[in-house]
């Protein structure tokens, strides 16, 4: 057991004041797949240092490879969060991301996800990626869970690198599971309004 | 002049001025016995059947004798620690003010720098000049707002966005002035020596050698505080009983002026009851008392405003479920200035 993670969780705690909102959702040890709105690098530090502490021991973020594999403080904190970092740049028929985060979670963990791919700078969330589809198409005792992350942006926002501690408030909905016969489309649709849905809560 | 100078200037502001004596000590208990009163009344009124007494009412009466204790407490930790624990206290007081102040008023993406310099070197800065003491009484009264009032809209111009340019400085400057500046001046009183009315050094009574006691800046401090807390509840007191006229029912639908003016006029006369824990004398602590009832009362007014403006009720529900540091604070920010510079013109050596 190393102390890096619950100094981290402490520092991102104080650093983004944020509250978390448990709305119709309760926290529990069950694999699940939180996914959220994108809109900061420190979006997944934010989510998973609030989570309770035997959660987050559970749940690992999915990053990007080619950001948090640079230079010597990236990896490290990665390897705190014990987050799976998913190439973007390749993605190879037999080793897809989807197929990557079910070997790694296998029947314990579960993940923070970003569906939006990249950081988004609207207002309104963008089309997510298909990747939540398919996972939960393979692995569908998965709980989804939605997530809004509000203000997060305000602390660091794109293309800075000093934040500045105001107070966030992450939102967490109700588990939604894809349906019998659901479509791709419908079903991105569907999870994506249920995370616009906690931005008015 | 070199820092090292400054430390023995430092050191000596440090020493005898807070000294937690007799009269601090009596004025302590009495704050505590009130307090510890409220909390058993609110105790036996949660017990009553839910018809006899509005259960809103009680629940907001026990969040404020909860949130008083705290503040109190952490006062009295404070002043027991010394100084130079008393301003970092109020410092982080401060910082988490401003960070809901500006938390609730939104902000564009080019303000970020402009809202690090704030939070990261403004805030801390304008502590450490506090901390100096009165010897820096000069910087610290002008840091704010001169040079960090011109700073901030040069900053934010250079950021390059010049939408709704002017509105988001004053959101910044207004955050800083109020939530930094203003209750800066509470621990700054900690800084001053203090005369009676006459001019010459305040002091209680002598030792058993017969050597002049002088008074202790804590209970003046913990008087203000009293002062503006007790105002608070008195208008809410007065509201109840009699209020009938509304100042401004779109600001805020529980001030009346019945509240305020039996709120000040029941705080004058505490004043005067507590003027022995004050070098103001009977004469003066009433007229003090009454004029940071005046400063409080426009702070709540202010507070108001901006809370409905922004379309929230409390700064707190923005964060989480009880209202928020801003909530309880409104007041004491606006008193603070007043009251050090009356105390600090009237009642001291101006060093």
Partial sequence: MNLTAPVLAAIGKLLSGATMRWHECQPDTCQRVYFANHTSHLDALVLWSSLPGEIR??????????????????????????AILIDRDEVKVHQSPVDLMIREIGTKYSLIVFPEGRRNTEDDLQDFKSGLYYLSKKRPDLELVPVYIDNVNRVLPRGEFLPVPLLSCITVGAPMWLEPKENKFDFLQRARNAVRRLKDI | MSPAALLPLFLAQVGPNIRLDPRTRILLGVVLGILATGYFVGRALRRQPESTANPAVIRTFNLRIRAWWMMFMVLIAGLILGYVSTVVLFGVISFWALREFITMTPTRRGDHRTLFWTFVIFTPLQYVLVGFGSYM???????????????????????????????????????????????????????????DATGTRWTIGTDAADNPIPGSNASVLFFFVLMVQLNDVFQYMWSHLLGKHVIAPQINASRTWEGFIGGALSTMLVGMLLSWATPFGLYWSGPIAGVVALAGFAGSMTMSGIKRDRGVKDYGTLVSGHAGVLDRIDSLCFAAPVFFHLTRFFFSTMA
Avoid at chain 1, 66 to 72: F, L, M
Avoid at chain 2, 144 to 167: C, M, N, T
């Fill in chain 1, 57 to 82: 021991d559970l749940t690992r973020p999915v990053a990007a490879k080619d950001y948090w594999s640079k230079g010597r403080v990236r990896p490290y904190i990665a390897r705190c969060f014990n």
């Fill in chain 2, 137 to 195: 009484y000069s910087v610290y009264t002008v840091m704010i707002p001169v040079y960090a009032s011109l700073f901030i809209p040069a900053r934010v111009a250079i950021a390059g966005d010049p939408k709704r340019f002017l509105e988001r400085v004053a959101k910044i400057q207004a955050g800083l002035l109020i939530c930094v500046y203003c209750l800066s001046h509470a621990p700054a009183i900690l800084g001053l020596e203090l005369t």
